[in-house]
């Protein structure tokens, strides 16, 4: 008979697990989890101090090597839920049939980076279950403190919803947002005072919540308000949030587009809070009748505002024929309305204004009286005469459109201006000295204009999309054709400006222009300039044309002839008349993405270039 081995047999494949645990852990329990609970998951008391205990897993399913760490928790004999204090990394552990070293893991405290409280409890984004990682006095276990309107054992409730506090006075339970900063009023592109937001209760007090809740901002019109962390907005907020406990939400808007902007702050489980912001447009626009038997008018502004960093275009509209009725100066010189002037009476008008306003501008508001011929005016210095530009206007007694009406202005140096006419001046200018820094100005004076256009070429280029360009003229002629004394100007390439007038009618063509005084300007970086012309036919009064959409609150729109009736000077076809009504134009914005022309009369065509122009916030 064979012999037959009685040996001991091989038991099951085998993972035991030492786990010694500092005496500074925060802990109730100590747990091992293999393949991070999805391969087996054991618990054991933990005791006092620093021990040791030891797990054993068996293979079963699992794969020969499994990832294996361990946890210290808090929680009443290991029982759910556990809320962990630290964990070690996780290591390699191998099963074996055979008996085997254990693998030991060390579960000390956690790491520094996550504790930053030192109170032993690892931060949520650390893997532990601390909920408020700036407070030592919030953790798991800790004594809940009823009426703190806090979590401070990081069970998720709070006060009186907190079993804890069952017998004890408590704080009401949080059931909506408020808004504890006031309504405010800002101009575009001004930096706001605190936004805060907290919590309340059902009737207004103060409430904690469990954990930092983000919030959601939401806006109406979307985009009216930009969100930054810092007083000085140059910070982007990227996201807010209450709590945990009492702490409130706070952050600053830097307003984008004017007017009525509403912001509806909401998080779970809380209803949400509304507040509106008043804005008040950057560019502030409006229109006024300068009625019969009136010389002066005032078009009030919706607000104050101060005049040394505001700038004026305008247009002055009406159906006469004689300088004394129609030719119109405007200025903003007392900082709370446009006030508009004019030599006689016997006629209506209509006044078109804009009023942009920006800290970085520097204009200075002028009201000279030019001689005969040039005349050279002192101005207040500006810093630069490259990033400096005229907009000017004249009303001049008379009644005939003649040599003594017409003329354009030169910057000549940071304290002059020249006026130039052709035969004796007279009469009262407005004249704005902007200075726009960043902006890039090129001048010039043309030769005489005897054809139906007039090329300038060879300039400095300059980008098209921020650039805009304002001309006056002087002339000899006097007369009906106002066509032949009536110019559009327009930027044809980065590099040249064309000169037109009589829009196609051969009359308007016969006699000399003397001299037209221009001015090209290309504004900074982040201003968006769009040009368009604009054209009307016989017998029609207004049009309009389509542009990329703009903010309306942040933008001007004007031609760029300016020797009267502000900026508002096209070309026209009609020869019988010095009637400027039919080449001056007034400009609107319909809406973001239209832009409208009016004229007083229109018995012949007429045509502008046009600048929508777009500054940044």
């Not at 070429?457 to 006097?478: H, I, K, N, Q």
């Not at 982040?526 to 703009?550: C, D, E, H, K, N």
């Not at 409208?596 to 229109?602: C, E, F, G, P, Q």
Request: aromatic share 6%; with cysteine.
């Amino acid at each position: 008979m064979a012999a037959v081995s009685c040996g001991p047999t091989a038991g099951p494949a085998m993972l035991r697990v030492h786990v010694l645990v500092d005496p500074g852990v925060a802990a109730t329990c100590v747990v091992v989890q293999v393949n991070g609970g999805a391969g087996g998951e054991q618990r054991k008391v933990r005791g006092a101090g620093a021990v040791e205990r030891d797990f054993a897993f068996e293979r079963g399913a699992l794969e020969e090597h499994v990832q294996v760490k361990a946890g210290g928790g808090v929680g009443a004999n290991c029982a759910d839920p556990l809320a962990f204090s630290t964990w070690t990394e996780e290591l390699t552990g191998t099963f074996s049939a055979s008996p085997a070293e254990a693998l030991t893991l060390h579960l000390g405290p956690p790491a520094a980076a996550n504790d930053r409280d030192g109170d032993g409890f690892a931060s949520t984004a650390g893997g532990g279950a601390d909920c408020d990682d700036a407070n030592p006095s919030v953790h798991p276990g800790a004594r809940e403190v009823c009426l703190a309107g806090i979590d401070a054992d990081c069970d998720g409730l709070v006060g009186c919803a907190d079993p804890d506090c069952a017998a004890a006075p408590c704080a009401p339970a949080a059931a909506k947002l408020a808004f504890v900063s006031g309504a405010q009023v800002l101009d575009a592109g001004e930096c706001s005072a605190p936004v805060i937001v907290r919590a309340v209760t059902a009737s207004g007090a103060v409430a904690g919540i469990p954990q930092e809740l983000p919030l959601s901002l939401q806006l109406t019109p979307p985009g009216s308000l930009r969100f930054f962390v810092d007083a000085a907005c140059t910070v982007p907020l990227d996201e807010a949030h209450l709590g945990p406990g009492t702490d409130s939400a706070r952050f600053y808007v830097q307003a984008v587009t004017g007017g009525n902007d509403a912001l509806q702050v909401s998080a779970a489980g809380l209803s949400s809070a509304s507040q509106t912001f008043t804005v008040r447009p950057m560019v502030m626009k409006g229109s006024c009748a300068f009625p019969v038997w009136e010389t002066e008018v005032s078009c009030p502004t919706p607000f104050t505002f101060d005049p040394a960093h505001a700038m004026l275009v305008f247009q002055a509209t009406n159906a006469d024929n004689t300088p004394s009725n129609t030719d119109v100066i405007c200025t903003i010189a007392s900082g709370k309305d446009v006030l508009c002037d004019r030599d006689q009476y016997f006629v209506s008008a209509t006044i078109t204004w804009q009023v942009l306003r920006r800290d970085e501008l520097t204009v200075h508001h002028l009201l000279p009286r030019p001689g005969d011929y040039t005349t050279t005016l002192t101005i207040p210095a500006v810093a630069s005469t490259a990033s400096t530009f005229l907009l000017t206007s004249t009303v001049n007694p008379g009644s005939t459109q003649g040599d003594n009406d017409f003329r354009y202005t030169q910057l000549t140096s940071t304290t002059t201006v020249d006026v130039s006419v052709s035969a004796g001046g007279g009469g009262v200018m407005s004249l704005e000295v902007v200075e726009w820094p960043g902006s890039s100005v090129t001048r010039g004076v043309t030769p005489p204009m005897d054809l139906d256009t007039l090329d300038v070429a060879g300039l400095p280029p300059v980008d098209l999309t921020r650039s805009f360009l304002t001309y006056g003229w002087r002339t000899l002629d006097g007369g009906r054709f106002i066509c032949d004394r009536s110019l559009r100007g327009e930027l044809t390439s980065p590099t040249s400006i064309r000169f037109h007038r009589g829009d196609g009618n051969p009359a308007c063509a016969g006699l000399m222009v003397d001299a037209i005084g221009w001015e090209r300007v290309q504004l900074p970086p982040g201003v968006r300039v769009q040009p368009l012309q604009m054209s009307l036919a016989p017998t029609f009064y207004t049009g309009t044309a389509f542009i990329s959409a703009v903010d309306t609150t942040r933008s001007l729109v004007f031609a760029g002839g300016q020797f009267t009736d502000g900026q508002t000077g096209g070309e026209g076809s009609y020869d019988q008349d010095d009637v400027l009504g039919e080449m001056n134009g007034a400009f609107t914005y319909d809406n973001a993405s239209q832009v409208r022309v009016t004229r007083a009369t229109a018995f012949g065509s007429a045509r502008w270039n046009v600048f929508a122009v777009e500054v940044p916030p």
